[in-house]
């Protein structure tokens, strides 16, 4: 045991946020999210029969509700002070677990702070199963001094070089502000994410030290309240932290597509003037251009979903500062205040920046679909059309053709036997028939083939 400061009631709460029905998640993806919150609380025990029951709970109409029913809270086996308390904020899960240590155990209060703070923090993370917040997570440490004259700020320290709750935990570089409430001391720290994985990974802890004047029951009511507010203080926080993330990876992702879009483009000109056109290229280019015109203007639309629920989780974020403060006209909350000034400031305008910008990369896009779908267009005009004129002048050559047979008939008959005369009584010899059919024919097609020749320059000239 050391003679480091103590804290009475020294209490660890850890709050984490799973995302329940993502957009554009399907039946089985919402089902696994809901799987994945409840195996923190019940784990192997968790069965089908259990999962069902749980999620009849969710159906209730309501933007708050308290999972558990009346039970409200699943508390640890003793001799663990401890609770879970789930609760489901609009589209998300938000689960508290909270932690003081143990119940009856006079080894218990021998500890110093930094041990009691160590263990407590151990028995929440053995609590979270190895599972962490998916969509952010968020730490609480309060207790009241032991002493009227005790330093605030140093017991802070204490507490939080004691937790070590953040990577190289360090209070003068994770230190973000401070401020009143309840008569409590309240610092901020924290560490900004900065792996893009589409994930919130931003760090973030909150320690509330109460004077030691405080009583019990001002304690407990206090505390009370200030968890129905800091819940979905949180859920607000962590929602704009988790849009804000999910925009910078769709940025990355329309910026890729414009990467290709722009090559396409540039490609196109060589296309075009290639001699003679390749239909089937131009064709392949047009649909890739079409699939790549889907997920652009998909992701834009998931962009612009993003910066929605920025404004609103930033709205409900700025609202629930107020509400905290009216509790406490003395309050000081401006360090909570300047997140939602940075929300709004930064990442709102960020993202209605980066949507203007990335709509613009459609233009080029959708001209090159037009000039392409254009070009195939008029080359399949121009080879219906030679088609067409073939099929003309072979028309009017076997008109023509079928005509000059029809009407030379006679006179090659009459040519035939000139040349090749018939005994009177005699039958007409075979030989007579095939001369008179092959001198038809010859001059049939010959006729034809002048006609045709001749429609055809008509046609060029008609053309020109």
Known sequence: MNSSPQLIYPTVDLFLYDLADGLGQNNEKIQENRRR????????????????????????????????????????????????????????????????????????????????LGQIKDIILEHTHKIPGEMGQNWLV????????????????????????????????????????QGATCFELGQIDIIPDGLNRNHYILICLFPYDKTDAELKDIIGRLYLD????????????????????LKRTLK?????????????????????????ELQQDLAHA???????????????????NLEINTQNYIKRVDAIAQLDPTSDLG??????????????????????????GLNPLETCIKTIAGIIEIEKTKNERTLNQTVAIASVGISTASL?????????????????????????????????????????????????????????????
Not at 233 to 249: A, T
Not at 290 to 308: K, V
Not at 418 to 437: D, G, M, Y
Request: hydrophobic share 40%.
């Open 335 to 360: 360090f909570l205040e300047a997140f939602g000034e940075m929300a709004t400031e930064k990442f709102i305008s960020r993202i209605h920046s980066d949507y203007q910008t990335l709509k613009a």
């Open 256 to 280: 890729d597509f414009s990467r290709v879009i722009q090559k396409l483009v540039d490609s196109l000109p060589e296309r075009l003037y290639a001699s003679p056109l390749n239909l089937d």
């Open 37 to 116: 919150f409840w195996q923190r609380i019940y784990q192997d025990s968790l069965s089908d029969k259990k999962l069902a029951e749980l999620q009849d709970a969710e159906i209730l109409f309501s933007s708050y509700i308290e999972l558990l029913g009346a039970e409200k809270i699943e508390r640890f086996k003793y001799p663990l002070d401890g609770y879970y308390y789930p609760v489901k904020i609009g589209d998300t899960y938000a689960l508290q677990i909270d932690c003081s240590g143990k119940e009856n155990e006079p080894d218990w209060e021998q500890l110093s702070l930094e041990e009691k």
């Open 290 to 308: 079409l699939s790549i015109s889907h997920y652009y203007e998909t992701s834009l639309g998931y962009l612009q979903e993003q910066a929605s």
């Open 142 to 181: 309060w207790g009241k001094l032991a002493t009227a004259n005790q330093d605030p700020k140093a017991t802070a320290q204490d507490c939080y070089n004691a937790l070590q709750l953040l990577p190289q935990a360090k209070w003068q570089r994770d230190y973000q502000g401070q401020g009143k409430f």
């Open 404 to 464: 000059a047979a029809s009407a030379l008939t006679e006179q090659a008959e009459g040519i035939v036997k000139s040349i090749l005369p018939v005994p009177a009584n005699q039958p007409t010899p075979a030989l007579n028939h095939w001369a008179s059919f092959s001198l038809i024919f010859g001059l049939s097609v010959l006729i034809g083939i002048v006609s045709a020749v001749i429609t055809g320059r008509v046609l060029d000239i008609r053309k020109k």
């Open 230 to 249: 800091l819940i979905p203080l949180f859920h607000y926080r962590n929602k704009i932290l988790w849009s804000y993330e999910q925009s910078r990876q």
